[in-house]
């Protein structure tokens, strides 16, 4: 960092990607969408100073699914990345090649949630049993289990 | 003294079989009492390590897939028969009477038998945990025999003898060697405590690495014989060491009515081979796991170098004082 | 040897929890690593949306039962922020107390548990049996010595008397001096220092790369620590230093986390002695509004992060959670490539890894009438079509 990195730098570099609140004395949100994640993400490390990722968090909004990448520096401001991903085609790029923890991140999110992340080196199972059935995803609102399926070797016998 | 009844009284009854068994327990029982003791609890009662040999007796002895049981049966009690055998060498009440020359070279023969019916253990158990214990449990063997049996030669070789009765009695009429090769003696304190697979050393069944190393897959009687093997091989261990360096069950001058002396001897032995356990003790409990390639380091660079030295001023002694 | 698969876990004696880690070795080396964290999920994220804000306090506490407080207690700060709600004086000191307390307990037990893992079973003993004035004090003030319960949205349950400050205060010296003893033993007793110097090396630039939080951080020189970037609690108040260390092998790890015992011990006796008078609670609504916080906390092993979204009602919309072990998995594969297999345990217990926050995914939680809810609570539950169960529904 060649200057010192204030709120108001932060909100005027991220206005390219999205709009911008500031919605506590530090934190920063970032509305995007998935295709200029990976910039806005590179933006924020390299020019900005972030250079911690807390969390990828996930949730289900009905008819989306909405990403947000909470990022650190030392600056200590946070700063979310927000994306919606729709719920037909929840396909977006993998940040694992910029940020290294968001590989066991993403690998759980696609467990739990059957996001896909393009370029992800390895999305095989880390948090579901292996003889979890293929295409149920828990977490989502809409799941319920089915009766006579197997779930982690626990048998639903009724809903 | 070559009468068969008292020969046979002696191996199988006292100070024999029988005593051993009896005695080895002991020693286990303080062994971890002190340890416990050391660490602030209050540690077992004293009939634990009876009542624990008789419990793994009494276990379901469960064979692996694939693995030939009848060699798993064997072993230990091969193992076992080789610890026994060499405690009737070591001097207890006196010179053994089955002493001859060259039994300091079949006791130590015999007590490294353990280690390689390890080895075996590991090796045919078809488990990755125990062939990488058997194949520390050799590392090891190789490590710390060499300064092991380099400090126990130097009794030897300033004795002039290669029967262990016929040290103690050199001892009897000089000086306890344990002063004249102080460096010997705490190499071969530190060999035994490899040698028993004790910390530091307790590589091969490092409990938090590979499970139990050779001992995963023993259960039942087979368990049973090889821990016995463990508690006799510290009494034989112990009792060599105090017979080599600490002058063993004779005392310096002898007393008016017969009977005493091997009365007495036996006292001295009981005493001698307890401080050799507190000394064990303290260096188990006060100490962490090595690295195995750590102790190949240590090994070589510091313990046998030790050795040599040791070897090399017991050659000069004897040159100088011995032949005039 | 050529190239083995060692099976670290799911059961082993090394591991207090189950984890898998499929170890690649060539010999003594490790080569590779695989991970698999799915042995301990229960049901907690999704249970948490069908609660209200009384029944998922004590969800949320069991999601660990070493660091159970700091679970609790970032989820009721999120959603008494997210009210706009302040508690307290008097009960942000007992929450702190509680937390500092709860540090400390898991300190001293990951110190035995360091110990036993290099066969080192005397400074264990020692350390369980020091943690035991700890336990005593919690169980004093709160009535339970893990899953303490002091957490309500608005502030805490119960109350601290006098007699219980002044036991506690008692306890405090005594612990002070062990605590420094602790510190001599590792700067002196060499088998410590043998195996623990070296050993899992990670640099600074390693650190923020793969994302380590806590001690196991702080260890190589990053000096991120939730309480004094972004205070709460009564951490403002209370004169307290960060510990960090350069060296980031297992030795500066073990390091840190004894000089944060002693911090934690001041932090304790500060607060036990300057804790402020006035009511210990306050009413807060039973709806919380529309809102989405990002509520961090320094649990003792790094920072937990709770992404918590409510909607209106008096349940939550969402509750997120990243574990600290969870966080650090990543660089515990890095550092453990090219050690010996001998230093697995030691490299994975300097993490000081507590899987049962690390995987909290959904299991099927209907309840059948005769069953109750043993089968759901760990997840691994017997095999219904197993012969050994036949008869049972």
Same mark, same amino acid.
């Given at each position: 960092m060649t200057r010192p990195v204030t709120i108001d730098t932060i909100t005027e570099k991220m206005k390219e990607f999205g709009t911008v609140e500031q919605v506590r004395k530090n934190r920063i949100r970032v509305k995007t969408v998935p295709d200029k994640i990976h910039d806005a993400i590179t933006t924020s490390q390299e020019v900005l100073g972030f250079d911690r990722l807390i969390t990828i968090s996930t949730i289900d909004n009905g008819e989306t699914f909405e990403l947000l990448y909470h990022l650190i520096g030392s600056h200590r401001i946070i700063i979310s990345l927000a994306i919606d991903l729709p719920r037909d085609k929840p396909v977006t790029p993998t940040t694992s090649d910029l940020l290294p923890p968001a590989g066991i991140y993403e690998r759980q999110i696609h467990d739990l949630f059957g996001i896909t992340f393009t370029g992800h080196p390895d999305l095989k199972k880390i948090i579901l049993n292996e003889d979890w059935p293929g295409n149920e995803y828990p977490l989502r609102k809409d799941w319920k289990p089915n009766p006579g399926e197997f779930y982690g070797g626990i048998k639903v016998e009724r809903i | 003294m070559t009468d068969p009844l008292f020969i046979l009284f002696y191996i199988f009854i006292f100070p024999g079989f029988f005593f051993l068994f009896g005695y080895a327990l002991f020693l286990s029982y303080l062994d971890r009492k002190i340890a416990a003791r050391m660490q602030q609890r209050v540690g077992p009662p004293f009939f634990q390590p009876l009542a624990d040999l008789i419990k793994m007796l009494g276990k379901e002895v469960i064979n692996p897939d694939g693995v030939d049981w009848r060699v798993f049966d064997a072993i230990p009690v091969v193992a076992?028969? $080789?610890?026994?055998?060499? @405690? !009737?060498?070591?001097?207890?009440?006196?010179? %053994?009477? !089955? $002493?001859?020359? #060259?039994?300091?070279?079949?006791? !130590?023969?015999?007590?490294?038998l353990p280690t390689i019916a390890l080895f075996l253990l590991g090796w045919l158990s078809r488990n990755i945990f125990s062939a990488i214990g058997g194949v520390r449990a050799v590392t090891q063997l190789f490590i710390y025999e060499v300064p092991f049996f380099l400090a126990l030669l130097t009794p030897a070789i300033m004795a002039g003898s290669w029967s262990i009765s016929a040290i103690v009695l050199w001892q009897q009429h000089n000086l306890w060697l344990v002063f004249l090769q102080p460096i010997g003696f705490i190499v071969a304190l530190v060999g035994l405590q490899a040698k028993l697979e004790r910390t530091p050393f307790d590589i091969p069944e490092a409990e938090t690495e590979i499970v139990a190393g050779p001992w995963t897959e023993l259960t039942g009687r087979r368990l049973a014989l090889m821990h016995l093997t463990t508690e006799i091989s510290l009494v034989v261990g112990s009792a060599l060491i105090a017979a080599l360096f600490l002058g063993g069950?004779?005392?310096?001058?002898?007393?008016?009515?017969?009977?005493?002396?091997?009365?007495? #001897? @036996?006292?001295? @032995?009981?005493? /001698?081979?307890?401080?050799?356990?507190?000394?064990?003790?303290? *260096?188990?409990?006060?100490? #962490? =796991? !090595? =690295? *195995?390639?750590?102790?190949?380091? *240590? #090994?070589? /660079?510091?313990?046998? %170098?030790? $050795?040599?030295v040791q070897v090399g001023i017991v050659l000069v002694i004897n040159y100088l004082w011995v032949t005039p | 040897m050529p190239e083995v698969v060692v099976p670290i876990g799911p059961h082993h004696p090394a591991l207090k929890e189950p984890v898998n880690f499929r170890v690649i070795a060539d010999g003594e080396k490790i080569v590779r690593l695989e991970l698999d964290l799915s042995y301990n999920h229960r049901g907690i994220e999704k249970a948490a949306e069908q609660r209200n804000f009384i029944r998922v306090l004590p969800l949320l506490e069991r999601v660990c039962g070493i660091c159970s407080h700091s679970h609790a207690t970032v989820f009721a700060k999120g959603i008494e922020e997210i009210m706009g709600i302040a508690i307290p004086p008097r009960a942000q000191y007992i929450r702190t107390i509680i937390a500092e307390l709860e540090r400390m307990h898991s300190h001293l037990l990951w110190l035995g548990i360091a110990a036993h893992e290099i066969g080192f079973n005397t400074l264990f003993m020692w350390t369980w049996r020091d943690r035991e004035a700890v336990q005593d004090t919690l169980e004093e003030m709160s009535g339970n010595r893990v899953h303490y319960g002091m957490n309500e949205i608005g502030g805490v349950r119960c109350d601290l008397t006098p007699a219980q400050v002044g036991a506690a205060l008692l306890r405090l010296p005594n612990l002070e001096e062990r605590i420094k003893k602790y510190m001599d033993i590792l700067n002196s007793e060499d088998t410590l220092l043998i195996r623990f110097r070296g050993v899992g090396r990670m640099s600074k630039e390693e650190a923020l790369k793969y994302g380590a939080v806590g001690p196991t951080a702080r260890a190589s020189g990053v000096d991120y620590d939730v309480r004094r970037d972004d205070p709460y609690l009564a951490y403002a108040e209370i004169p307290w230093n960060v510990i960090t260390d350069t060296r980031g092998d297992v030795y500066g790890r073990t390091r840190v986390r004894i000089g944060e015992l002693r911090e934690s011990l001041q932090i304790v006796r500060y607060c036990l002695e300057n804790i402020p008078g006035g009511p210990i609670r306050i009413d807060a609504p039973k709806n919380a509004p529309k809102g989405e916080i990002l509520s961090r906390y320094e649990a003792p092993r790094g920072e937990v992060a709770h992404y918590i979204r409510t909607n209106g009602t008096d349940k939550v919309e969402r509750v997120d959670i990243r574990s600290p072990t969870l966080a650090n998995w990543t660089s515990v594969a890095m550092c453990l490539v090219n050690q010996?297999?001998?230093?697995?345990?030691v490299i994975v217990a300097a993490i000081d890894p507590c899987l049962s926050c690390t995987c909290r995914m959904v299991v099927v939680n209907q309840k059948d009438s005769t069953n109750g809810t043993d089968r759901t609570n760990v997840g691994i539950a017997p095999d219904p079509g197993d012969r050994r169960n036949r008869g049972r529904p």
């Open positions: - | 076992l028969a $080789a610890v026994m055998t060499a @405690f !009737l060498y070591v001097p207890v009440i006196g010179a %053994s009477p !089955l $002493a001859f020359q #060259g039994d300091l070279v079949v006791v !130590l023969y015999l007590m490294a069950p004779l005392l310096p001058w002898t007393l008016s009515p017969p009977w005493l002396n091997p009365a007495a #001897g @036996f006292c001295l @032995f009981l005493l /001698k081979t307890l401080a050799v356990l507190l000394v064990l003790s303290s *260096i188990t409990v006060a100490t #962490g =796991r !090595l =690295r *195995i390639d750590q102790l190949n380091v *240590i #090994g070589w /660079k510091y313990l046998a %170098s030790a $050795a040599l | 010996n297999l001998a230093d697995i345990p």
